[in-house]
Structure formats: C-alpha cells, structure tokens
C-alpha cells in the first residue's frame, strides 16, 4: 500500500462484537500504517461472519463502485470467501484484488494455495490446549506445570509463567503457499 493508493471495501463481522472491535481497530491500525491518503475505504459493513452474506454484498459493491475496488478485508475467512464468489460471478479475474481473511479455515488455506486471498491461522486448538493447562494451574495449585506442547510449539511470543496472567495469547500463524498443505494435513 506504500506505493500506490488503493480503494478497499471491509466486511466487517457482528457491530459491537469484541471480535468486530478488535479486527476493526486492527484493519484501521493497518491502513494508517500505510500512510495518509494512500488507501480509501469506499465501503464498511457487517456480513455476520456469513459468507453467504458476504456475497450478495459484495456484488452490490462491484456495481456500486465498478472498476474501483482493489482490496477486499474480511474480518473473518468466510466472509473473504463470499467475496471470492462474488468477484468470480461478475467474471472479474480474483487475481486483479487483494483479498485478506482471518482464521485459516480450510476453504481459505485452499484459497491460498491458488494464490486468491491471504489468511492468517487462528489456532483453536492451541487456544484450547492452553485453557486447559491455565484451569488445571487453577485447580491443583503453583505446583503444576503445563502439559501442552503449546507452550514449546509457541515458546518465542508465548511464556507459562507459573499460569498466573491475567491473558494468554497464541500466536497468530501467517498462511503461506509453503506451509497451506502441512497444515490441511494437520486436521486429517
């Protein structure tokens, strides 16, 4: 976005839902970071997290805004993918959009493979591997220690600490071409 100034639409998830709130101030950090002017938001609204939702808005702001859009911003995966559908429906190459979604859930790991959209994993499972070591630390005392390879697998950005922080917080794992299959193959 340095280089050159582009036009994005966001598809936002639930108004006033602290996933909303959180990827929103995330998207609005992101564009300011691109610098002042150098990208427009033509359009902001909630899909639900719906990819179904997600398609026929999509559709109306390809008319509305023919020729205009260069990036879309899905809050979450599914609503990124409804995009995707709706860019293919109008004929429009996927390719000519900077497509971005949030989950890695396996249709978007797809995605990325075919080189329509980026992602970012969220890790539920590591989510709820170390949930479990926080209320097991909560419940047998300062003597436990985490069973969970989280805490290795994670080891750089994430630290035990004796299970006494207020927030844990797993690491977000960019989707790549390189790493999109090993991780399809993780949930076999």
Same mark, same amino acid.
């Given at each position: 976005?340095?280089?050159?100034k ?8 639930? +108004?006033? &839902? ?9 998207? *609005? ?6 610098? @002042?002017?150098?990208?427009? $938001?033509?359009?902001? +609204?909630?899909?639900?997290? !719906?990819?179904?939702?997600? =398609?026929?808005? /999509?559709?109306?702001w ?5 020729g205009?859009?260069? &990036?879309?911003?899905?809050?979450? *995966?599914?609503?990124? %993918?409804? @995009? ?6 109008? &004929? %429009? ?6 497509? @971005?979604?949030? *989950?890695? $859930? ?5 995605? $990325? =493979? ?6 970012? %994993? ?5 989510? /709820?591997?170390? !949930? ?8 047998? &005392?300062?003597?436990?220690?985490? =069973? ?9 950005? %994430? ?5 006494t922080?207020?927030h ?5 794992t960019?989707?790549?071409a ?6 399809? *193959?993780?949930?076999?």
């Amino acid at each position: 976005c340095k280089n050159r100034k582009v036009n994005v639409v966001i598809i936002e998830g639930p +108004k006033g &839902g602290s996933g909303e709130i959180q990827r929103g101030k995330g998207n *609005d950090k992101a564009i300011a970071e691109c610098g @002042a002017g150098q990208v427009t $938001v033509l359009e902001r +609204k909630t899909a639900n997290w !719906s990819r179904a939702e997600a =398609q026929p808005l /999509m559709e109306n702001w390809l008319q509305k805004h023919r020729g205009k859009i260069n &990036g879309v911003i899905g809050q979450n *995966d599914e609503m990124a %993918l409804g @995009a995707i559908e709706a860019i293919k429906g109008a &004929g %429009l190459n996927v390719k000519d959009f900077a497509i @971005a979604g949030v *989950d890695g $859930v396996s249709d978007a790991i797809h995605a $990325v =493979q075919a080189g329509e959209m980026v992602s970012i %994993l969220q890790d539920a499972k590591g989510q /709820m591997q170390g !949930s479990i070591d926080v209320a097991l630390r909560a419940v047998k &005392g300062e003597s436990y220690q985490p =069973q969970s390879d989280i805490w290795k697998q994670y080891a750089k950005d %994430l630290k035990w600490e004796g299970g006494t922080q207020k927030h844990y917080y797993i690491p977000w794992t960019v989707v790549t071409a390189e790493n999109a299959q090993s991780l399809l *193959d993780a949930r076999k």
